[in-house]
């Protein structure tokens, strides 16, 4: 009986192919969505991550404050002796110090006069030590464009926009112009070993990179950072060990009220990300509910919902000795059925695109010129393991729904009501 | 019951609820039709030829009185009671044929006893012999749209006997047919009638279908005006 149904819906082509064509091709759409977005925001979260939250950081109470200013005279002293105490407190994060600070590159020509200057931020990171995972996190070897990577003291990494800008080539000096702790003015050289391109356009803009000590030197910041970083040795994410972890160090210190205390956050709670976090999260649910919603819209507009059309097939099962149950059942299986090909189609063709965009990504640096978030220049798709599923979520359940909705009307009608519309 | 009874119908009355009020389609029937009966309802339109017969194939319920088919009482049956009483025991055969346009002929046939449960061998031979008895088994993989009208209606009553149903309801089964094709399809049935000894009940206007009846109940505005023998050869006989 269902054998021969189906074999009715696939021969009727208004029953069969374009409601197919219609879930398909919104699952298709909503795979595609699902894995761009997920790949801009995953990959804008990790960039955060690595670039300025970590996923747990360490400041002084009075530096986190106003962390987005990098207030370096507020920053940790003793930060060695802070350090080993978190890596020993710790041992499943990977720790490192890092200053960030704002300042001033000048390049001068061969008479000593300014030849190219700007502003820069700065990241100043452990390059050096042989466990230091710094440069992979910040993907320095691959956004190298010029040169290499500082090899040793004195050397640091400039933007390749700039470099580009002013002409400037590796081993050039330069003169780093920056504020010290106790808020003098503090210059140091430093030698261009390469130039780096990160693939973010607020990144881009201008920034140096150099080794911890060298800023520690110029800054004069001996023994101090701005901040301490932690990563999961997973590299993922995880609120809840990170929420404990932080609320565990925050209790231990909570009866001291030094603002030069440390205080632990998470990457959640930092600037923007809980927002950015949940929202990321959302994506999923709510491109459900609007997929489902169009598609719905798009199939009863279409009149492709079984039951309305096809009261007249249901009289003359109706009259051939099928009850109404069975015909209802059989219309939820119809949808289930058309939802199931055509999620399935929509999902292979729409991984089929998000694995293209995942290789082959597009350039959107245009567009994120002036966003501050840390977003990746050139967009990838990604396919997470929900992206497999997804689409069928809103594709069964808009046809399915539809359906059933529809074939109410069999129950709302007297039998041979249903059967006068052979009749006509 | 009489065991040759088939229907019993007493004091039926069927209101349709119009507006905020009701009309009486059908009042104070009362019929027995005895089993293989070859039996015709007349009347102008709107007397209420489709009404009983929608009632007797238990698609539409009786407001009042009382309505026995195959020896069960129509009121208080349950949906799924209904069709399955409609399923093992009824045919029915439409003016506009109503075959489904997605299926062949074959298994526009075979519909009817998927619902029952028989192995898809016995429901091939059931569904030949079935197309043999209305002279198309060459058809048996052809469309409906590839059908002419006459063809169509031969499908139909194929169907309708297909289960070989003990009561074939046909509503003006020749009111879309030329002459030619309405004495055919009539002889036909005439020949089901006598062989497999079916009762059939038509709702008709046709003078060519009344030709074959031997009973012929007349409804005037609800009501039965006239119920008559009709002496054929055969009925004769019989006297
Ligand atoms: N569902 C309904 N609601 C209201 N009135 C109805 C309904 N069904 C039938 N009627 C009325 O009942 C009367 C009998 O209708 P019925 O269809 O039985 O007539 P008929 O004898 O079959 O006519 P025809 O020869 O035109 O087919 C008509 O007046 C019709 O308008
Ligand atoms: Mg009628």
């Not at chain 1, 208004?14 to 761009?36: A, K």
């Not at chain 1, 106790?182 to 140096?208: C, H, P, T, W």
């Amino acid at each position: 009986m269902i054998r021969f149904l189906f074999k009715g819906i696939i021969k009727d082509k208004s029953r069969s192919l374009l409601p197919i064509i219609v879930v398909s091709l919104g699952v298709m759409l909503m795979v595609v969505m699902f894995c761009w977005i997920h790949g801009i925001m995953g990959e804008s979260l990790r960039l955060n991550a690595n670039f300025n939250t970590g996923h747990l950081k360490v400041m002084t109470r009075a530096y986190a404050k106003d962390a987005d200013q990098m207030p370096n005279d507020l920053a940790i002293l003793r930060v060695d002796n802070q350090l080993k105490e978190l890596k020993t407190a710790y041992p499943n994060l990977d720790w490192v110090k890092r200053i960030r600070f704002g300042g001033l590159i000048d390049f001068p020509d061969s008479n000593g006069e300014t030849r190219a200057q700007g502003p820069v931020v700065g990241w100043a990171l452990d390059l050096f030590s042989p466990e230091s995972k710094e440069s992979l996190r910040f993907n320095l070897e691959r956004s190298l464009v010029l040169g290499k990577l500082p090899a040793k003291p004195g050397e640091a990494l400039i933007s390749d926009l700039f470099a580009t800008k002013f002409h400037i080539k590796p081993g050039e000096k330069f003169t780093l112009f920056g504020t010290t702790m106790d808020g003098g003015m503090a210059f140091k050289n430093l030698i261009v070993s390469g130039s780096i391109r990160f693939g973010s356009a607020s990144l881009d803009r201008g920034a140096v990179i150099a080794d911890i000590s060298d800023v520690q030197l110029a800054l004069a910041m001996d023994d101090a950072a701005g901040e301490i970083l932690a990563f999961f040795n997973s590299n993922r994410y995880d609120n809840e060990q990170a929420s404990a972890a932080a609320l565990a160090f925050n209790q231990k210190l909570k009866s001291i009220k030094d603002e030069y205390a440390p205080v632990m956050i998470t990457l959640r709670e930092q600037s923007g990300m809980a927002d950015f976090i949940d929202y990321v999260d959302a994506i999923g649910s709510v491109m459900i509910i609007v997929f489902m919603v169009a598609m719905s819209i798009v199939l009863w507009n279409a009149g492709l919902l079984g039951g309305l059309r096809r009261y007249n097939e249901f009289g003359i099962r109706l009259a051939m000795g099928e009850d109404k149950d069975h015909i209802y059942k059989t219309l939820i299986y119809e949808a289930v059925f058309i939802g199931t090909i055509g999620s399935v189609l929509g999902t292979t063709f729409g991984l089929l695109i998000a694995w293209y965009l995942q290789t082959v990504g597009i350039d959107i640096s245009g567009i994120m010129k002036n966003s501050s978030l840390l977003m990746p220049s050139v967009a990838r798709a990604e396919i997470t393991p929900t992206a497999w599923y997804i689409g069928f979520i809103p594709g069964l359940i808009s046809v399915v729904l539809g359906n059933a909705l529809s074939g109410i009307g069999i129950y709302k009608r007297q039998t041979a009501q249903l059967f006068k519309e052979l009749e006509a | 019951m009489d065991d040759s009874v088939i229907i019993k119908i007493e004091r039926l009355a069927k209101r349709f609820p119009v507006g905020t009020g009701e009309f009486t389609a059908l009042h104070n029937i009362s019929l027995t039709f005895q089993k293989g009966e070859f039996t015709g309802l007349v009347g102008p339109s709107g007397s209420g030829k489709t009404t009983l017969l929608n009632i007797i194939g238990t698609l539409d319920y009786p407001s009042e009185g009382e309505v026995e088919v195959v020896g069960r009482s129509v009121k208080g049956l349950t949906h799924k009671q209904a069709a399955y009483l409609r399923n093992y025991n009824i045919g029915f055969i439409f003016q506009t044929y109503n075959l489904l346009q997605v299926y062949t002929v074959f298994e526009n046939i075979e519909f009817a006893l998927l619902l029952q449960n028989h192995t898809a061998a016995q429901r091939k031979k059931a569904v030949m012999e079935a197309l043999d008895w209305v002279g198309l088994t060459d058809k048996f993989n052809s469309k409906p749209s590839q059908l002419s009208g006459g063809e169509c209606q031969r499908v139909a009553i194929a169907r309708a006997m297909v289960k070989r149903p003990l009561l074939v309801l046909a509503d003006e089964p020749s009111a879309n047919l030329d002459a030619k094709n309405s004495h055919n399809i009539v002889q036909m049935m005439k020949r089901l009638n006598k062989e497999l000894n079916t009762t059939f009940i038509f709702a008709t206007h046709d003078e060519k279908v009344m030709h074959y009846l031997d009973r012929i109940i007349t409804l005037r505005d609800g009501a039965v005006d006239e119920d008559r023998l009709i002496l054929t050869r055969e009925n004769q006989l019989l006297c």
